[in-house]
């Protein structure tokens, strides 16, 4: 006697449907993955442009600046704590940015740029709560500016793939590469002279020349998160822009 086999196609075709959705559900997902990061970072890009612009749109309609820049050096006085080497403490600031800061807080102080690598970005106050590791490049307390006579000024910034990976591509930098620092419509240009590797520890031992103007990088060091790259550069020119 013949067995008749009956087949529920509609329960099938809901189960076929089912997976359907659900593949379909993942490729939305996955798309979206790759290119929220994507606009994420073109938007971070934007803002940064407009930022920058900015901040050389208002040294542009200004003139703070009237003597050559010899005699604003040679009115600073600046002391280093050791002819040689100094320490810095690197730390993650854990303080929040805090939303409806005053204008003033918001707005760039200086731009630092490694023009053989890629790197151009703006530098808030060091009192502006924006002034950490955790949002931007970091601008060091124990740094001076630019227009301090034999001063030292000293960037942090994370390296790596996040979003604030602002010195990542400080690792193809190169001994005699130029580091430009833009403040007050100086144009400071420094050469790099030293790149060495530090233990990561919290504090990082700066080797300079005390007798010469310096800009000081720091990042992790690529591939080893134990330690970081401390790179020394030393003013070679300036020119207005």
Known sequence: MEKKVFIDTHRNNHKLKKVYLIGIGFIVLGILCFLVPIVHKNNNAKIEKELINDFFADADSTNENTNTINNTLATVKYIDANPN??????????????????????????????????????????????????????????????????????????????????????????????????????????????IYDVPKNGTVEIKRDSTKSCVTLITCKSKDKSKQVVYIGELADTKQY
């Not at 053989?116 to 949002?135: A, C, D, E, M, T």
């Not at 490049?137 to 602002?166: R, W, Y």
């Open 85 to 194: 080497t100094s320490n810095v403490a690197i730390a993650d600031n854990t303080s929040n940015a805090v939303v409806g800061l005053e204008e003033e807080y918001q707005k760039y102080n200086m731009v630092v740029e490694v023009e053989s690598v890629g790197i151009k970005k703006g530098i808030y106050p060091l009192s502006s709560p924006y002034n950490n590791i955790k949002y931007n490049v970091q601008l060091m307390e124990t740094s001076t500016m630019p227009d301090c006579k034999n001063g030292n000024v000293i960037l942090a910034a994370h390296n790596g793939t996040s979003s604030v990976s602002f010195f990542d591509n400080l690792k193809n930098a190169k001994l005699s590469d130029t580091v430009n620092l833009y403040y007050h419509g100086i144009k400071y240009i420094y050469k790099l002279v030293n």
